[in-house]
Every structure is written in C-alpha cells, then in structure tokens.
C-alpha cells in the first residue's frame, strides 16, 4: 500500500515557475515508477511526465517538453516536478501516482491532487 499526498500548487503569472511535491508512505517508493498527471475543467485527465524507479529514465507529455522536469528523491520519498514558462494552459488540478509498471501508472495509487492556477 502506498499513499501520496501533493503539495506545491498555487496561483502563479504566466510565465512564472512553481514546483509540486508528492510524499509517500511505504518503505518500497524506490520500486515504484512516478508520474505526474493533470486535469483541468471540462477536460479528462492527461499525462504530463514519468520517472522509472531510479530516476534514470523521464517522459514528458510533448506541451510540457522543454519546460517541466520531474525527478526524485529515493530517500526522501519523494518526486518532484519543476514546473517552468507556465501559461493559462496549464492551468488543472496535479495528481501523482505510482506503480510498479511505468506504462500503467494509471491503475497504480494516486494522491488527492494539488490545483495550479496560471493568471495571463
């Protein structure tokens, strides 16, 4: 079992930067892949990166390439996502999750989410 709890979001200008936070409980984070997805109003919710267990390998949704970095700390217990250039389109509730499997992330654990609002 593992939880995760988002932390980081907020109200930012475009152009701004913000960085989100997902803690989790469990002594085996390290074995779980990460991700990060997002959800904005009126729309389903869309996959923004992933990190594999040991952080050697990311992906990026191509709207975030360039301008997002996720990574983490294994000791911490924590992933990260740097969060750079925001514009009004990134605006959506951000939710981590995990799984062992870093191509079905989406049936894996999820946290509450964190809203991110970018003003223009």
């Known amino acids: 079992q593992v939880q995760l709890v988002e932390s980081g979001g907020g109200l930012v200008q475009a152009g701004g930067s913000l960085r989100l936070s997902c803690a989790a409980s469990g002594r085996t984070f390290s074995s779980y892949a990460m991700g990060w997805f997002r959800q904005a109003p009126g729309k389903e919710r869309e996959f923004v990166a992933a990190s594999t267990w040991s952080g050697g390998s990311t992906y990026y949704a191509d709207s975030v390439k360039g301008r997002f970095t996720i990574s983490r700390d294994n000791a911490k217990n924590t992933v990260y996502l740097q969060m750079n250039s925001l514009k009004p389109e990134d605006t959506a509730v951000y939710y981590c999750?995990?799984?062992?499997?870093?191509?079905?992330?989406?049936?894996?654990?999820w946290g509450q989410g964190t809203q991110v609002t970018v003003s223009s």
């Open positions: 999750a995990a799984n062992h499997n870093i191509w079905n992330l989406t049936s894996g654990y």
